[in-house]
């Protein structure tokens, strides 16, 4: 599917805002802290669980591979694509935290110093604690099995994820 074609479709889809198809956008948002280097063919940025799901849907019906991008602090080239590049936005900034601490709800948009923050206050902390957690996203952080010199990886910390 040529880039024009692309971008009328995804318009029709998001909202012009969130589909980025010019080669500027596209360079800047496709790179991560690695060497890896990629260019996608467009990005999308996601608010809501109902746009993933059409955006997947979308990619599903015309066989276009994607990739998620959180924060892009991978050092490994996982967030880097020749393809859809769906980027995580405002939407999943979002936290919740119950029983006196002992549950929390972080979207994939929160940073995992952010999210410590906010545990703070209950003598509670995430498990992994990779180098780059100041602007690591917690979607990354778990995508990627992050770890850190503190904890090791999450299997080895703590098994709370749910899904």
């Known amino acids: 599917m040529e880039n024009k074609q692309l971008h009328s479709r995804l318009t029709k ?23 890896y280097r990629l260019v ?30 959180a924060a892009g602090t991978s050092l490994s080239g996982q967030t880097v694509s020749d393809s859809i590049l769906m980027e995580t936005g405002r939407g999943f900034e979002f936290s919740t935290i119950t029983e006196n601490g002992k549950m929390a709800t972080f979207g ?17 902390k995430l498990g992994p604690k990779p180098a780059s957690i100041n ?5 990354g952080i778990i995508a990627n099995n992050a770890s850190g010199s503190s904890y090791g990886i999450k299997h080895n910390s703590y098994h709370t994820v749910k899904s």
Do not use: H, W
């Open 13 to 35: 889809l998001f909202p012009k805002e969130q589909v980025f198809t010019d080669e500027l956008s596209r360079l800047v948002k496709g790179t991560d802290a690695g060497l």
């Open 135 to 139: 602007s690591a996203k917690i979607g």
């Open 40 to 69: 996608p063919k467009a990005v999308v940025k996601v608010n809501t669980e109902d746009e993933v799901i059409r955006l997947l849907q979308f990619c599903s019906k015309e066989s276009i591979p994607v990739t998620f991008k």
């Open 108 to 124: 994939a948009g929160i940073t995992g110093t952010a999210a410590n923050r906010m545990l703070q206050r209950y003598r509670r």
